[in-house]
């Protein structure tokens, strides 16, 4: 039975990041319509995404500080809802303001629901003994990949696009909503709860307080959390900045420098759906660090010696090696996490936004001023530092510790 609920709970899971992943897809195509239909300049698109940001992280805050955010399955069934809606408005409106307070309301929801699948897809890894969060984060790429390419086709064909959004946004978010097979999880604030403790005796021994008591080390969660905002300032810095390169130091089309994008998008997904048979086959820090200096070495050199060719090798060098940093990384911090895993991955996935956030404002001020050779090569050293950081993960990183209840799963009781 146990067995059972852990297939329904990764379908879940699946169906989570997939469907999130389709919103993000179609708002990478629609960047463009909604600059020239809403008027928005370079200044007013980036301090719209630099709103998002914040959202996000001021979510991270609310799971880690109010107890009331702390239940990842709620989290999912419901605030996943205002996430697609969300996004639906702004894919759509035709109001500035509008664009700019749902926005708000879109990064908040995408911060919690980040937080929760993350949550979930640990928790799943856990307690079915496997690996899965490589799989879960490709299917992420994979349902990007399909918005993307949804909303191409609608608007190659004059289509209005308008319907699909929304109509995507009712199936994912009711889907989801009416999902009731979820890995189970406590917050503290429950299992204190349910323990009735005293909060002036000595709890040394109870629920609660081997709870807090597993909540990883500060150095950890710091050495977790810088090793992941490089990554995705690398993975930013390489879709932001990569095709301009290409084309204005390299000399390339549009269409050809665009192919710099793609391959090294396809590599991203491709490794993710390898990336938990190779995580149970070779070290995992190894599987990060080896191509990850490979690629830092070559773009590098490519740039140097203004070789084409190797740059883009090092782009889909970058890619395969980029791709399952970001699940591996949260794997390690669910893995080594106690019962509190919710909190310590949604500080780690705060790193994570950080490194999204400053990621493309340091790039554009190196570019600015030192050119785009010196940005690519900015994303080669951001590389390497990160393939030595990833070396030291087996010293740094405690070891997994088994779950001292063993399989808990729950099926909700809502509608």
């Given at each position: ?250 000399g390339l089309s549009v269409s050809e420098a665009g192919q710099t994008v793609v391959l090294f998008s396809i590599a991203i997904a491709a490794v993710r759906f390898a990336g938990d048979w190779l995580a149970n086959r070779f070290p995992v820090h190894l599987i990060m660090a080896v191509p990850m200096m490979l690629a ?120």
């Amino acid at each position: 039975m146990a067995a059972t609920h852990l297939a329904a709970a990764r379908r879940s899971i699946c169906a989570g990041f997939f469907g999130l992943g389709t919103f993000m897809g179609m708002w990478g195509v629609m960047i463009p319509e909604r600059v020239a239909s809403l008027g928005l300049s370079e200044l007013t698109l980036g301090l719209f995404l630099l709103v998002i940001g914040l959202s996000l992280c001021a979510a991270i805050f609310c799971v880690n500080r109010f107890v009331i955010f702390q239940d990842a399955v709620q989290l999912i069934r419901v605030i996943s809802a205002i996430y697609v809606l969300g996004f639906a408005v702004v894919l759509t409106t035709g109001s500035v303001m509008m664009l700019f307070l749902i926005g708000i309301v879109t990064g908040f929801a995408a911060g919690f629901v980040d937080a929760g699948l993350n949550s979930q897809a640990s928790e799943w890894e856990q307690h079915s003994g496997r690996r899965g969060m490589s799989f879960f984060h490709a299917l992420f790429s994979l349902g990007s990949l399909s918005g993307a390419a949804l909303l191409t086709l609608m608007l190659s064909l004059d289509l209005p696009v308008k319907w699909v959004i929304y109509g995507s946004a009712v199936l994912v978010g009711g889907g989801l909503a009416m999902r009731r097979q979820w890995v189970g999880t406590q917050t503290i604030a429950g299992t204190a709860a349910n323990a009735d403790i005293d909060v002036g005796a000595d709890n040394s021994g109870s629920p609660a307080a081997d709870t807090a008591a597993a909540r990883l080390p500060l150095p950890v969660v710091l050495f977790l959390g810088l090793c992941i905002a490089l990554a995705t300032l690398s993975e930013g810095g390489a879709l932001d900045w990569s095709a301009l390169h290409m084309n204005r130091v390299m000399g390339l089309s549009v269409s050809e420098a665009g192919q710099t994008v793609v391959l090294f998008s396809i590599a991203i997904a491709a490794v993710r759906f390898a990336g938990d048979w190779l995580a149970n086959r070779f070290p995992v820090h190894l599987i990060m660090a080896v191509p990850m200096m490979l690629a830092g070495f070559m773009l590098f050199a490519a740039v140097l010696l203004g070789q084409v060719a190797v740059l883009m090798a090092a782009y889909v060098i970058f890619g395969l090696a980029i791709g399952n940093a970001f699940p591996i990384i949260i794997s390690q911090a669910g893995s080594a996490a106690g019962g509190d895993r919710l909190r310590d991955i949604s500080i780690v996935v705060g790193f994570a936004y950080v490194g999204l956030i400053t990621g493309p404002a340091l790039l554009g001020v190196i570019a600015h001023f030192a050119g785009l050779d010196a940005t690519i090569i900015t994303l080669a050293g951001a590389a390497m530092i990160l393939g030595c950081l990833v070396m030291t993960m087996p010293r740094f990183v405690p070891s997994p510790q088994p779950d001292q209840d063993g399989v808990e799963l729950v099926k909700t009781d809502q509608g």
